[in-house]
C-alpha cells in the first residue's frame, strides 16, 4: 500500500520561508509523477506545483512561480516544495500526491495517492 506523508508545516509570519516534505512509502518512488496541492478554508484544492518521474520537467501553478521550489529525491523516496516570502494567502492545508499513470498533470483528479496534509498559516 502507497502511503504519503507530509511533513514541515507550521505557524510563520509573512516572508518567511518554509521546506515542506513528502516521504512515499509502499511503492516504487521513481515510478510517480509527484506534485503538491493546496486547499484553503472555504475554497477549492489548488494545483501548486508537478515534477515528473526523473526531475526534468516541473510545472508551477501561477500563485507558487517565482516563490516556491519543487524537488525530488528518487534515492530518499522524497519530494519537497521550498516556499519562500510567504504571504497570508498562502494559509492553507498542503498536500503531496501522487501519479502512477499519467506522464504529466496538474489535474488533481489524475492523482492516485494522497497525503494527509500539512497546515502551513502565516499571519501579517
Known amino acids: 500500500q502507497v502511503q504519503l506523508v507530509e511533513s514541515g508545516g507550521g505557524l510563520v509570519q509573512a516572508g518567511d520561508s518554509l521546506r515542506l516534505s513528502c516521504a512515499v512509502s509502499g511503492g516504487t518512488f521513481s515510478r510517480y509523477v509527484m506534485g503538491w496541492f493546496r486547499q484553503a478554508p472555504g475554497k477549492e484544492r489548488e494545483f501548486v506545483a508537478v515534477i515528473s518521474r526523473s526531475g526534468s520537467i516541473i510545472l508551477y501553478g501561477d500563485s507558487a512561480k517565482g516563490r516556491f521550489t519543487i524537488s525530488r529525491d528518487n534515492a530518499e523516496n522524497t519530494v519537497n516544495l521550498q516556499v519562500n516570502s510567504l504571504k497570508p494567502e498562502d494559509t492553507a492545508v498542503y498536500y503531496c500526491?501522487?501519479?502512477?499513470?499519467?506522464?504529466?498533470?496538474?489535474?488533481?483528479?489524475?492523482?492516485?495517492?494522497w497525503g494527509q496534509g500539512t497546515q502551513v498559516t502565516v499571519s501579517s
Open positions: 500526491a501522487a501519479d502512477e499513470r499519467h506522464t504529466l498533470t496538474k489535474t488533481g483528479t489524475d492523482f492516485d495517492y
